[in-house]
């Protein structure tokens, strides 16, 4: 039976000569693996050039039940982002991006709030004139209560830890002074204060190039507790660097 999907796309690899294997998130279906004809003439390239990290689109499908990839025919935008590939700073985000949803969106359920969240981030980054240097910071903070771990900051109070293993602020406790999943002082502060942050008021976070290396590393590793391997980015290094 077919079936007309909306979906983002989140990976993109190379599975032999004629056939790349995309990965995408479904508004409907969730997360589904699909094989998608590589190609090298004009087609291809055409092909090719739509299927990019966070494109959005649309097609018919055909699912079979048995298959463990699905095929990727025909399909079109659902969304034309407008300089979201031409901006080479916008670019590496949204590779930073789409690499951290591939390690983080695992499982195939289906998540429409989720979905729209995910849709309307890139098209903010798309249309921002500039200004960006914390949008990824603010992507992670705004994720996490859909991952289900935000922490709740209105408990937190000077002086106060925060447990990343249980994602709760309480009284400094000296038992657990030494242990590597707990932030203390400054570092719990900072924890509260990302809670806080979206894309409405990014800007108002000052990150020295120390500062914002710190809150992104903390960031991924505490999803990284949460979801295993979702901190384990190869685009992490380049973020850094572009925002040095």
């Known amino acids: 039976m077919t079936e007309k999907i909306t979906a983002i796309v989140i990976d993109i690899t ?57 095929r990727l025919g025909t399909f079109a935008l659902y969304t034309v982002w407008n ?10 985000v949204a590779l930073f991006i789409s690499e951290f949803l591939n390690k983080l969106l695992r499982a195939t359920m289906p998540d ?12 903010l980054l798309d249309n921002l004139p500039g200004g960006i240097a914390n949008f990824h910071i ?51 502060r900072m924890a509260a204060t990302l809670c806080r942050i979206n894309f409405a008021n990014m800007h108002a976070l000052r990150l020295s190039r120390h500062d914002r290396q710190r809150v992104i590393q903390g960031l991924l590793t505490y999803y990284s507790i949460h979801f295993p391997g979702a901190g384990n980015l190869k685009s992490l290094e380049i973020i850094r660097e572009i925002f040095d």
């Not at 300089?83 to 590496?92: A, C, I, M, Q």
């Not at 309480?170 to 242990?179: E, G, Y």
């Open 112 to 123: 429409e709030a989720l979905w729209d969240f995910i849709l309307n981030s890139i098209s």
């Open 138 to 188: 603010a992507f992670l903070s705004s994720l996490l209560p859909f991952a289900g771990i935000q922490p709740d900051h209105t408990k937190y109070r000077e002086g106060y830890m925060f447990d990343m293993q249980s994602g709760t602020f309480s009284p400094d406790c000296p038992v657990v002074a030494n242990h590597e999943l707990t932030l203390h002082a400054d570092a719990a």
């Open 83 to 92: 300089n979201l590939y031409f901006d080479p700073v916008k670019r590496l």
């Open 14 to 70: 190379r599975h032999n000569d004629k056939l790349n294997i995309v990965t995408l998130f479904t508004r409907s279906r969730g997360r589904i693996s699909f094989l998608s004809p590589a190609g090298s003439g004009k087609m291809g390239r055409l092909r090719h050039s739509r299927l990019q990290p966070l494109a959005a689109i649309e097609a018919d499908i055909n699912f079979r039940q048995t298959a463990e990839l699905q």
